[in-house]
């Protein structure tokens, strides 16, 4: 395969030359000669299959300061300007994309850091005719130096130390690089004119220029001092960071302790909510118990009440029974006024017998109290409904004695004018028995009824 050619503008050719040659040996590099209008260029024939162009004009870009107009360090004018001269359409989109991808690292720089938001001015135009400089100009650097006191020192020595053993930012170290290349193209010029000039005015200013460089040397010198004790300095931080480094872990295995006491404090808390949770369900069913015994014991109060009410409305139709009876017994002190004997006989049974209901009377009222004093301990609210019953019926009772005495004497005054309806009061008489006999056995069954709530 053919070799091709590229071709650069970066300054004076000198270096641009040596430092192509330095770092890609396979290539053959001319530089350009110097005439109004045209830059100091580099033309360079490289392989394609060992070398691809877009790493040329990357290194391009990393040789000098591609964000300068017409100017490379002390180097200043038209022909010192950054170029890019392109000799297909694809070298030409080759160099516009590198360019725009060291564009957008300039970009996203940090900033105070080199170039950091600067504009690449760097042309990117079609070659023209190009014009081989003198020969002397060819590897110049190489020849001018071997016979020079720094002939020691190559076009790009700093590049030989890193960034981490100098200590410094790369900034600095561009500075550095910028400045020996200078001075090395200084004295390369002088060189050049001492060997076509004898004049001792220009040897003299020479040796002033070469004073001068030997000085800025010693102060390259210098600050490269400077560069190692900051070295040494960043050493001793980074020796400080590593012990914070191993405090930081001495605190990360504590946390790391303390997180697993964590764990365990909430494993425990588990289980005790899971006690608690069982206790929780323990009490809501003795709760439920309670509950349903609670019920159960409304329902009998129910039960209760419901009986009072039905014992209640059993004494109102006694009552009214009762009424009806003694609208009857005026009947009779009209009707029966004769056989007052048969009466008093009459009377003296009925007395007995009344006698016998009475304690048979006051037995129930007795029985009820006991009862209802039972029921007390149970019922506060139903004692009381029981004891006013008992009130009742006891009035009821002397009511009913009172009355009846008070006819009975009634009576005997009418004996004398009621004998002829004797018989039908003895017949009435007879009745009003079976009557309060059936009062009797009504009053039995509400005892019985209470015995049974």
Not at 14 to 41: D, L, Y
């Amino acid at each position: 395969m053919s070799r091709e050619v590229a071709t650069f503008a970066a300054g004076c050719f000198w270096g641009v030359e040596h430092i192509f040659r330095k770092h890609f040996k396979e290539i053959e590099a001319r530089v350009c000669s110097k005439t109004t209008g045209h830059a100091e260029a580099c033309r360079i024939e490289f392989d394609p299959t060992k070398i691809n162009y877009a790493t040329l004009v990357e290194f391009f870009y990393k040789t000098h300061d591609p964000t300068t107009l017409n100017k490379q360090g002390h180097d200043t004018g038209n022909q010192y300007r950054s170029a890019i001269f392109y000799y297909s359409p694809e070298q030409k989109k080759i160099a516009e994309e590198v360019t725009a991808k060291v564009q957008e690292r300039l970009d996203n720089s940090k900033p105070g850091s080199l170039y950091s938001g600067s504009k690449i001015v760097t042309e990117i135009v079609e070659a023209g005719e190009w014009y081989d400089a003198e020969d002397y100009h060819q590897k110049y650097l190489v020849s001018a130096f071997s016979t020079t006191e720094l002939s020691s020192m190559t076009v790009d020595a700093s590049e030989h130390m890193s960034n981490d053993e100098l200590g410094v930012d790369s900034g600095k170290i561009h500075v550095l690089k910028q400045q020996v290349h200078s001075l090395r193209h200084d004295l390369a010029e002088k060189n050049a004119l001492l060997t076509t000039s004898t004049t001792g005015r220009v040897i003299e200013n020479l040796h002033a220029e070469i004073d001068h460089l030997k000085k800025d040397l010693a102060d390259s010198k210098t600050q490269i001092h400077v560069a190692k004790v900051s070295r040494e300095r960043a050493e001793r931080q980074v020796q400080e960071h590593l012990a914070s480094h191993q405090t930081l872990r001495l605190e990360i295995d504590s946390l790391k302790r303390m997180l697993e006491r964590k764990e365990r404090q909430s494993k425990e808390l588990e289980e005790s909510a899971k006690e608690v949770e069982k206790k929780n369900s323990d009490m809501k069913f003795e709760r439920d118990n309670a509950n349903l015994k609670l019920r159960q014991s409304e329902l009998k109060v129910s039960d209760l009440e419901r009986k009072l009410q039905e014992a209640l409305a059993g004494k109102e139709k006694a009552e009214y029974e009762y009424t009806l009876l003694s609208k009857e017994m005026q009947a009779f002190k009209t009707r029966y006024t004769k056989d007052v004997e048969i009466v008093k006989k009459e009377f003296k049974s009925l007395r007995e017998e009344m006698n016998l209901t009475s304690r048979q009377l006051e037995d129930v009222v007795l029985m009820t109290s006991v009862r209802i004093e039972e029921l007390n301990s149970e019922r506060k609210d139903e004692l009381g409904n029981l004891e006013s019953i008992h009130t009742q019926l006891q009035d009821n009772q002397e009511k009913y004695a009172t009355k009846l005495f008070n006819e009975i004497e009634a009576m005997k005054k009418d004996v004398e004018t009621s004998n002829q309806k004797t018989k039908e009061y003895s017949e009435q008489v007879v009745k009003i028995k079976g009557e309060i006999a059936g009062k009797l056995n009504w009053l039995k069954r509400i005892e019985r009824v209470q015995q049974k709530s």
